[in-house]
């Protein structure tokens, strides 16, 4: 192989390389997180960090969670929220935990239900509205 051929050979992979690298990734999806604890942890201390980032990496990509997103970190965010406690429940869906978090939320009593859904083998946040739903009555 000659010199000149060498060089265009490297070029091309490389151009490649580069293209695979962006495209894989501006097309990556949610992350979310390899059990329900995991989960669950990642989205206290985004919630705590307030972090948009993390949370949508957390975030059911079946749903439509941008404006909950931004919602929770308005209401719970910062240093406001402090947890003492979370609960598994599991249902009748292997894919499927209800998580009850209490502590405190700006020093007063604090109570919420999250639920957590296992997609394509990683758990995720259910924050929002499903993205293709329609109401009962609708098709």
């Known amino acids: 192989m000659t010199r000149k051929a060498l060089i265009l050979t ?74 003492s406690d979370w609960r598994f429940d599991r249902t009748a869906s292997a894919a499927e935990v209800r998580v009850t978090l209490s502590g405190q939320l700006d020093a007063s009593p604090y109570s919420d239900v999250i639920w957590l859904r296992r997609v394509d083998g990683a758990w995720f946040v259910a924050l929002g509205a499903p993205q293709n739903s329609n109401p009962k009555g609708t098709s």
């Open 10 to 83: 490297l070029a091309v992979v490389a151009t490649c390389l580069v293209v695979g690298l962006v495209v894989g990734v501006r097309s990556r999806g949610p992350d979310g997180a390899a059990s329900p604890e995991a989960v669950v942890a990642d989205y206290v201390t985004a919630l705590r960090d307030k972090d948009r980032g993390r949370l949508a990496d957390i975030a059911n990509p079946e749903n439509d969670s941008a404006a909950e997103i931004n919602r929770r970190i308005s209401a719970l965010g910062g240093d406001r929220l402090v947890l």
